[in-house]
Nanobody, 124 residues
Framework: QVQLVESGGGLVQAGGSLRLSCAAS????????MGWFRQPPGKEREFVGA???????YYTDSVKGRFTISRDNAKNTVYLRMNSLKPEDTAVYYC??????????????????WGQGTQVTVSS
């Protein structure tokens, strides 16, 4: 059974940092793009950023310079490092894998495996 499991969420003050992890099991995603999305309270899910299989990254404008995506293929794990957090970063954060699409951007349809999400709450 293929699973993506996010961890590392929690409550942090504005200006603080968190590192989310997305551990994959059931298959290797070393040749696949991985994305991070988030769903703020009362809003639709939105794209945060993605990393392709060779390590190139792409971010939405609101997180550029603050968030960094990386991957450790030996551990089949992707990370989202979040610095300078703001209250508007509060959301449930999801990781996703794109195994059948060449796309690795903001289109959710490019991603066919999803984690269950982890809550990030940033207090002001």
């Amino acid at each position: 059974q293929v699973q993506l499991v996010e961890s590392g969420g929690g409550l942090v003050q504005a200006g603080g940092s968190l590192r989310l992890s997305c551990a994959a099991s059931g298959r290797t995603f070393n040749r696949d793009a991985m994305g991070w999305f988030r769903q703020p309270p009362g809003k639709e899910r939105e794209f945060v950023g993605a990393i392709n299989w060779i390590g190139n990254t792409y971010y939405t404008d609101s997180v550029k310079g603050r968030f960094t995506i990386s991957r450790d293929n030996a551990k089949n794990t992707v990370y989202l490092r979040m610095n300078s957090l703001k209250p508007e970063d509060t959301a449930v954060y999801y990781c996703a894998a794109a195994t059948r699409s060449q796309g690795w951007g903001p289109n959710e349809n490019d991603y066919d495996y999803w984690g269950q999400g982890t809550q990030v709450t940033v207090s002001s």
